[in-house]
């Protein structure tokens, strides 16, 4: 009985505490905030939840997120709630949901891939000395139908001759996997390879190493950024990369590398060829680097480039397969303070008046055709007794997709 005093005393603490989490929670209420349509529709919305922080002095903050259901403070979300927005990227987190068996331990979003039929994810593991390591693919598929999973290791092919490999993308091509990564030898510029796997074990490998071709000004170096792009695990025949270029400029007493501009890679999954980019547009858009704010999204044969500018936010489509690209400019009411791509669509949050200084506005725009299409303000749930003015004090940072 001796050994389970302990127990019987921390319990009573336990419980103590919690208690009066509760009791402070509900002695001080927040606001209710809600997302409200003003125009458009509403099921372009359906899945947004903006990202903020609510207080009215420096001292007083509380993260919260706001959806056309409600708002959920983080003080209220259960401890699996905090983990998941803590770990996970919104593109995972409904696979999380959905499939918890499987995505238990996996982390990178850019090793899976999901379609109609299955899910798959490949990681590099290694195991040995630093400076020889033996690397192996980590693979594992589930199949929706049967709701079976296929798990195997294979070696990557020539692996010992780099120290670190990091997928950049997997795909699916005539019922294989296909694996891009970027492999670090251990002097030298990245090499991009194109792996094939199977989606049972039994199969070897093949490896094909990936070349291009990337005009570099003089004066100038080029860096590849495998890590630069949005997130996403939906099937495509084409893999993108990001290309900056730099040079080296004096600040005040010492030399920095200040990023100029940059250039994208196109990659055929299917064969590891090259598409070339011939767009002004998107030449334009690059140049200058990304100073400010500047996403791109791949969705099947469709690239988008979404830039901040001082006349704006420009946005470039270009049509992978017909080589048609065209271009846009959109003034939102005031300085943006998140923007979020996904699919053709951009969001947009903004203050609701030209100073900016009241209640976030969420615009949606197709960019497509260039029309806005949903419209919606922030404000209080109805029968919330704060007063209106009180939004004020809500800054929205983010916007993600459950």
């Known amino acids: ?97 959905d499939y918890p068996g499987f995505m238990r331990g996996k982390l990178n979003v850019r090793s899976l891939y999901e379609d109609e039929k299955r899910l798959a994810y490949v990681d590099v593991n290694s195991e040995g000395p630093a400076d020889s390591p033996d690397y192996t693919f ?34 699916a091509a005539d019922e294989n996997l296909k694996v891009l990564t970027a492999n670090y030898a251990a002097h030298g510029e990245p090499e991009l390879h194109l792996y094939t796997l199977g989606l049972q074990s039994g199969k070897e490998p093949t490896d094909q190493l990936l ?58 999954i299917t064969n590891g060829q090259e598409v070339k980019i011939n767009s002004k547009e998107i030449d334009d858009l690059l140049s200058g ?11 099947g044969e469709w690239l988008t480039l979404v830039k ?19 271009g846009q400019l959109f003034s939102p009411v005031t300085n943006p303070w998140t923007i979020a791509v996904k699919d053709h669509f951009m969001y947009v949050v903004t203050g609701s008046k030209p100073k900016g200084d009241s209640a976030p506005l969420l615009t949606v725009v197709d960019l497509a055709s260039g029309n806005t299409v949903y419209q919606g303000i922030v404000g209080l749930r109805e029968n919330d007794r704060h007063s209106a003015e009180i939004v004020n004090n809500l800054n929205v940072y983010g916007l993600t997709f459950q």
């Open 1 to 97: 009985m001796k050994r389970y005093w302990f127990s019987f005393l921390f319990v009573p603490l336990i419980l103590a505490g919690v208690g009066s989490y509760y009791i402070q929670a509900a002695a001080n209420p927040l606001p209710e905030f809600v997302l409200q349509r003003q125009s458009g529709d509403s099921g372009i919305t359906s899945n947004v939840v903006l990202q903020g922080n609510f207080g009215n002095n420096p001292e007083f903050t509380e993260s919260v997120s706001i959806d056309a259901q409600g708002s959920e403070y983080r003080r209220d979300t259960t401890l699996f709630g905090k983990l998941t927005r803590s770990w996970y990227v919104p593109e995972m987190r409904k696979l999380v949901k």
């Open 138 to 171: 980590d693979v594992s598929v589930l199949d929706k139908s049967t709701k079976q999973t296929v798990t195997y290791k294979t070696a990557v092919p020539g692996g010992k001759q780099y120290r670190v490999l990091i997928v950049h993308d997997v795909q």
């Open 308 to 326: 901040r500018t001082d006349e704006g936010i420009r946005t470039v489509r270009y049509n992978i397969k017909s080589g048609q690209s065209s």
């Open 211 to 268: 070349t291009y071709d990337v005009p570099v000004p003089s004066e100038s170096e080029a860096s590849l950024q495998t890590n630069y792009m949005s997130d996403d695990v939906k099937p495509s025949p084409y893999s993108l990369l990001y290309v900056s270029l730099s040079k080296t400029v004096k600040s005040g007493g010492s030399y920095v590398s200040e990023e100029t501009g940059g250039r994208l890679l196109v990659f055929n």
């Open 289 to 299: 680097g990304r100073s400010n704010y500047m996403d791109m999204m791949l969705a």
